[in-house]
C-alpha cells in the first residue's frame, strides 16, 4: 500500500507563540494536514481574558484563515467566575493549568493546584475542558509526573463532573491513572514521546531538539505509551505539543524546553502505526477520540499521505524539528 486516505485530522495541543512568527507556525499547522489545533495559551502575555483570547485568535486567523482554532486560557489562581464566564463567552473551550516553574513561560503558574480549586469549581459548572501539565515542580525532575498523581486523583475527585485531561502523558504510571480514572478523563500522546526515550536526548552526544518536558522517559514507559496509541483505547489521543522555539534558544548554554514537531507528525506517525501493524488505529487516535472527548463534529475533509522518501528540512523559520536531515517514508500529498 502507497497511499493512505486519511480524515483531516486534529491536534489537540500546540505552541502558536505570539507576535509576527505565530503567522508562520499557524500556517505550518494548515502545510502539515490538521483542520483543527487546540492552542495553547502560555504566550508572552499569556492568554488570561477574553480580550486576550479574541486578539489572539483574531491574528492567528488572519495568518491561517480556514485552520479550526480551538482557543484555551491560562489558569491563574484567583480567576472570577466573571472572567471565565466571558471567556467561556468568547469561545473558550478549556483552561490550561501549568504548576508554577515546570516549562516554558509558567513561572506564573499556579503554585499549589488546591489553590486553583476554586477556579475549576466554576469550569465544572460551565464545562470548559480542564487541561493539565501534570508535573509537580517540586519533584525530582525524572519523577514529576508520578509525583503529580497523586493531586490529579484527589482533583479528579473533587470534581466528578469536570473534563479533565493530562497532557503529553510520559510515563506508565499517568496512563494508568487516567484509565482508572474513567470516562471523562483522556490524556494527549505525542510524538516524541511515543517514538523517543530519554537516551536519545541525553545517552549519547546531547540533542537538544529533543529535549521538552515532560522529559522523555524511559523504554518502560515509552513501550506503555505506545501500546496504548495502537491499541485504539478512546481515552488516549493526539496532542503533538508542537514547541516551537529559535535555533539559538536550543543550541545554547541554557536550551529551552520544547520539540517542533508539528510538520513531521503526520508522516512519522503513519510509519509508527504501520511497523505494528495498526494502520486501522491511525484516523480514530488522530481524528476520532479527541474530537468526541471534546464533543466536537469530526472533520469532513480528507487527506493523502503518500510513501515518498522526503528528507525533514533543517529548519523551518529558525525552529529545528529533532529529526532534521532525516529521510522518512510518508509525507503529505500537495492539493
Ligand atoms: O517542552 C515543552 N515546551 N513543554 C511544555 O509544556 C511547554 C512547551 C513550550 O511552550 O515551549
Ligand atoms: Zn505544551
Given at each position: 500500500m502507497d497511499r493512505l486516505v486519511l480524515r483531516q485530522p486534529d491536534d489537540f495541543h500546540v505552541h502558536l507563540r505570539q507576535g509576527s512568527a505565530s503567522a508562520d507556525w499557524a500556517r505550518d499547522a494548515q502545510k502539515a494536514g490538521f483542520a483543527r489545533v487546540l492552542v495553547m495559551p502560555?504566550?508572552?502575555?499569556?492568554?488570561?481574558?477574553?480580550?486576550?483570547?479574541?486578539?489572539?485568535?483574531?491574528?492567528?486567523?488572519?495568518?491561517?484563515?480556514?485552520?479550526?482554532?480551538?482557543?484555551?486560557?491560562?489558569?491563574?489562581?484567583?480567576?472570577?467566575?466573571?472572567t471565565l464566564t466571558a471567556l467561556k463567552a468568547a469561545g473558550a473551550v478549556a483552561g490550561?493549568?501549568?504548576?508554577?516553574?515546570?516549562?516554558?513561560?509558567?513561572?506564573?503558574?499556579?503554585?499549589?493546584?488546591?489553590?486553583?480549586?476554586p477556579v475549576f469549581e466554576v469550569m465544572q459548572e460551565l464545562d470548559l475542558v480542564l487541561c493539565l501539565h501534570g508535573e509537580d515542580p517540586g519533584a525530582f525532575t525524572f519523577d514529576r509526573e508520578v509525583v503529580f498523581l497523586k493531586d490529579f486523583r484527589a482533583l479528579r475527585q473533587a470534581f466528578p463532573r469536570l473534563r479533565i485531561i493530562l497532557e503529553h502523558i510520559s510515563t506508565r504510571e499517568g496512563l494508568e491513572t487516567v484509565r482508572e480514572a474513567g470516562e471523562r478523563t483522556a490524556g494527549t500522546l505525542t510524538a516524541h514521546h511515543l517514538l523517543y526515550t530519554f537516551d536519545d536526548l541525553a545517552g549519547g552526544a546531547l540533542r537538544p531538539h529533543l529535549f521538552c518536558k515532560p522529559l522523555l522517559k524511559r523504554s518502560e514507559d515509552r513501550a506503555a505509551l505506545q501500546a496504548a496509541a495502537v491499541a485504539g483505547e478512546k481515552q488516549f489521543f493526539f496532542g503533538s505539543d508542537s514547541a516551537p522555539h529559535a535555533k539559538s534558544n536550543k543550541e545554547a548554554a541554557?536550551?529551552?524546553?520544547?520539540?517542533?514537531?508539528?510538520?513531521?507528525?503526520?508522516?512519522?506517525?503513519?510509519?509508527?502505526?504501520?511497523e505494528r501493524g495498526a494502520l486501522e488505529k491511525l484516523d480514530p487516535f488522530l481524528s476520532v477520540f479527541?474530537?468526541?472527548?471534546?464533543?466536537?463534529?469530526?472533520?469532513?475533509?480528507?487527506?493523502?499521505?503518500?510513501?515518498?522518501?522526503?528528507?525533514?528540512?533543517?529548519?523551518y523559520h529558525g525552529a529545528v524539528p529533532p529529526n532534521a536531515g532525516e529521510t522518512l517514508d510518508w509525507q503529505l500529498q500537495e492539493v
Open positions: 502560555n504566550t508572552v502575555p499569556p492568554v488570561v481574558d477574553s480580550a486576550s483570547l479574541m486578539r489572539y485568535r483574531h491574528s492567528l486567523a488572519a495568518a491561517a484563515p480556514g485552520l479550526g482554532l480551538l482557543m484555551t486560557f491560562k489558569i491563574m489562581a484567583g480567576m472570577t467566575t466573571e490550561k493549568l501549568y504548576p508554577e516553574g515546570v516549562t516554558t513561560n509558567s513561572a506564573d503558574g499556579v503554585r499549589h493546584l488546591k489553590d486553583a480549586y541554557l536550551c529551552s524546553a520544547g520539540c517542533y514537531t508539528m510538520p513531521v507528525s503526520l508522516p512519522l506517525l503513519a510509519s509508527f502505526f504501520e479527541g474530537a468526541e472527548f471534546y464533543g466536537l463534529p469530526r472533520n469532513p475533509g480528507q487527506l493523502v499521505l503518500e510513501r515518498r522518501p522526503w528528507v525533514v528540512p533543517l529548519e
